[in-house]
């Protein structure tokens, strides 16, 4: 078989301890998944709100970080530390109970938006696609199988700038636990192997500018290392 044009190359993350690459699909972001964040992005907030979900390009993935290109379009850069979840089976309705034996594992990433063209597309009523899909927008961890180090509930997450605290939770702060993202997300479009979920950040994203190193970290997870250029 021929193609017209040239076939684009999968997106793949390293697994942890091993020499294979996870594949990646799809890429799912869930916002305001941490009560303080929701708090304090004035769009809203309480214990029984329900995380919004935006999709990001694959081919935006950068596996282990290194230097992410400043993008076009914006003058403020807001990186959002957050945990990742790879799915490792596939399924559509999936109860919560059973949610985790479909994931694969947990990574570190940074969910990149562009916070001037997000506060635009809010103003102008239109999608938010274009303030977190650009190139290099999804950095993200080695991948920890489930299998290695079980399912994280608890633990610190943070990120420095340049050495300075800029964020800090716990992942036992997370409104919805993965299995309920993983429940919720299967009963609007069926998840399958190689899908990434993006879980929500804890308060505190500030803007980056260029010559920024930035450090994430999620206790039992990883680390992750990317420097604005």
């Not at 999968?10 to 964040?37: D, I, K, M, Q, W």
């Not at 304090?40 to 935006?60: F, I, K, M, Q």
């Not at 562009?114 to 993200?140: A, E, N, T």
Request: charged share 20%; glycine share 12%; hydrophobic share 40%.
């Amino acid at each position: 078989m021929s193609y017209a044009v040239p076939v684009p190359v999968v997106p793949t993350a390293r697994v942890a301890g091993s020499e294979a690459l996870f594949p990646v699909r799809r890429v799912y972001t869930v916002g305001r998944n941490y009560v303080a964040h929701a708090r304090e992005t004035g769009l809203g907030g309480s214990d029984g709100s329900r995380p919004g979900v935006s999709l990001r390009p694959a081919d935006g993935l950068v596996a282990e970080g290194g230097d992410i290109p400043y993008p076009p379009g914006t003058a403020e850069l807001d990186p959002e530390i957050e945990m990742v979840v790879a799915m490792g089976r596939g399924g559509s309705d999936i109860p919560p109970a059973r949610a985790l034996e479909h994931v694969f594992g947990y990574a570190v990433g940074f969910d990149l938006i562009r916070r001037d063209v997000l506060r635009d597309c809010i103003k102008h009523q239109h999608s938010w696609d274009l303030c977190k899909s650009f190139d290099h927008s999804v950095p993200v961890s080695a991948i920890q199988p489930a299998a290695r180090i079980g399912h994280p509930t608890r633990g610190a997450i943070w990120i420095t700038v340049n050495g300075a605290e800029r964020q800090r939770g716990d992942l036992a702060d997370l409104i919805w636990s993965p299995a309920e993202i993983v429940a919720r997300l299967s009963a609007l479009a069926r998840l399958e192997p190689g899908d990434l979920i993006f879980t929500g950040t804890p308060k505190g994203p500030r803007a980056v500018v260029r010559g920024d190193r930035l450090h994430g970290h999620i206790d039992g997870i990883g680390n992750l290392h990317v420097r604005i250029v």
